[in-house]
């Protein structure tokens, strides 16, 4: 008896048909620093020496966790296509850097040409949001590992930054200001308890319209995490940012204090902005009260630049421009013995 790697569940010629569907899409993303083309066994892309003084390489992974399933369970791909890349390059840009290029994993069971094909866009799109290069990625088709029509993704970026201009807590001092960009809504974090309270067990929820939300539960919940490369870099170019952070698993309590001096405590107002309704809607569901909302979901802010006093005006003016909303929602202060390093203050 003869059994082939196709018997086996692996289908050679639709991974090659796979690459051709997606050809277009990655060329979308191109760079004038990328070399080669798609295909190879590695992506190429070539640093200028002369462009920085002291070139730091700024690596991140990261990728898009349960919310999976509900894009899964709607049949709707390409939104998280856009939230793998937000997850990762956010990340790099908090640091100061600017991100170059983009690859991407991803696993199946079995190669759906279409569906993998509105993932592969949606990480496209999210590239050219963010300036990066989409320059290679794996596509591993795996059946008896993952159940039929489930796939798994994950997402590395590497950015360029100047030594000397890397932002971070050293930089962070007493009196600086937090500015708070408001969030899409739950991005990519907390979602195995969204699930839990929201749609297990209750899956034709997705589909109905709420009012709260003004849109279905599963557009709200498959809104797209927020891309803030270009808002970040011009705020950084604007001067007197000392250091940015991207509010993910943990939220503002988990985050914040990452970017400041441990003797330092960072004070936070949470009615000094308006927060998407989502947020209230699972903090009724699960019977959670303030603390643990805001210890694990973004609460309508999803990036925080921590800036001299006296920029404010100007950073929420750039965010403005971009069509990004945001507020004065706190500052740092000096921390008291036995203190929280970040206090919610009413």
């Not at 190879?40 to 898009?64: E, H, I, K, N, Y």
């Not at 927020?226 to 940015?244: F, K, Q, S, T």
Request: aromatic residues 6%; glycine residues 14%; hydrophobic residues 45%.
């Amino acid at each position: 008896m003869t059994v082939t790697y196709q018997d086996a569940g692996v289908d050679v010629a639709a991974g090659e048909r796979f690459v051709e569907k997606i050809r277009r899409l990655v060329d979308s993303t191109r760079r004038p620093e990328v070399e080669g083309d798609l295909g190879g066994f590695g992506g190429l892309f070539a640093l200028d020496p002369a462009r920085l003084r002291q070139p730091l390489l700024v690596s991140s992974t990261d990728g898009v966790g349960t919310k999976l399933k509900i894009a899964q369970v709607l049949d709707i791909h390409d939104t998280v296509g856009i939230d793998l890349v937000a997850m990762c390059v956010n990340d790099v840009v908090v640091c100061g850097a600017e991100p170059l290029f983009f690859l991407d994993y991803l696993a199946c069971g079995s190669l759906d040409g279409d569906r993998l094909a509105q993932v592969v866009a949606g990480i496209a799109a999210g590239c050219r949001q963010a300036g990066c290069a989409l320059i290679g990625g794996e596509t591993a088709e795996m059946p008896g590992f993952y159940p039929p029509g489930s796939y798994d993704l994950a997402g590395f970026c590497v950015g360029l930054a100047e030594r000397d201009s890397l932002l971070g807590p050293e930089r962070v001092r007493e009196g600086d200001v937090f500015v708070g960009l408001a969030s899409s809504g739950l991005h990519s974090n907390g979602f195995s308890l969204v699930r839990r309270v929201l749609v297990d067990g209750n899956e034709e929820a997705l589909g109905r319209h709420l009012e709260a939300l003004g849109c279905s539960l599963g557009e709200e919940l498959l809104r797209p995490t927020r891309i803030y490369v270009r808002v970040a870099l011009e705020m950084i170019a604007a001067g007197g940012v000392h250091a940015l952070c991207h509010i993910t698993g943990g939220g503002l309590v988990g985050n914040l204090p990452r970017v400041f001096p441990g003797d330092l405590q960072g004070v936070v107002s949470p009615g000094a902005w308006p927060r998407p309704p989502i947020f209230e809607l699972v903090a009724r569901r699960a019977g959670l009260d303030e603390a643990p909302m805001f210890e694990t979901f973004n609460m309508g802010i999803g990036l925080v630049a921590v800036a001299a006093p006296g920029r404010e005006e100007r950073l929420i003016e750039i965010a403005g421009r971009h069509q990004v909303p945001a507020w004065v929602i706190g500052r740092v202060g000096r921390r008291e013995p036995g203190a929280p390093p970040l206090l919610l203050s009413t």
